[in-house]
């Protein structure tokens, strides 16, 4: 990816795709994206394990199962939800230049959770979360499938 041309993978996750083609995908397939609170809930089993910013490899690399059945959560890329963002409860923007930031470019944004390869290791824990506009492909960004049991 930041090597120039590379041989297509094709194990690799999808990468690089808006919240509203990773949402076409998952209802093609016939699954969903998880809320942010389902991708949390299953995210506090696996281990806070993967490839990040430290390991210098700043690209995708295959997933692998951690724990049990759960897979890999954290790293290689940030994953859709189909949680729109919102502030925690019990959070108050600090006054000022911030206040006005939490506001005004947050809204009509997605959560991603999980990190990716260019997120610093000593970033991550289990509620960090990333948010973007629907419409926009950002680095890094791509898929986790849910599904109602």
């Not at 991603?112 to 973007?132: E, K, Q």
Request: net charge neutral; proline share 5%; with cysteine.
């Amino acid at each position: 990816m930041l090597r120039g041309f590379q041989p297509v993978n094709e194990d690799a996750p999808v990468s690089h795709i808006s919240y509203f083609e990773a949402d076409a995908f998952a209802r093609w397939s016939g699954h969903r994206l998880p809320t942010e609170f389902e991708w949390e809930t299953v995210a506090a089993k696996s281990l806070m394990d993967g490839n990040f910013a430290n390991s210098r490899v700043l690209r995708l690399i295959l997933a692998k199962v951690l724990t049990g059945d759960v897979a890999q959560l954290f790293g290689d890329i940030w994953e859709w939800t189909c949680s729109p963002y919102a502030a925690y409860l019990g959070f108050k923007p600090n006054p000022g230049v911030t206040s006005e930031y939490n506001g005004k470019f947050m809204s009509g944004q997605y959560i991603l959770r999980g990190g990716s390869c260019v997120t610093p290791a000593g970033d991550i824990r289990l509620t960090y979360r990333n948010f973007f506009y629907p419409h926009q492909r950002w680095q890094f960004s791509g898929i986790r499938l849910g599904s109602d049991a």
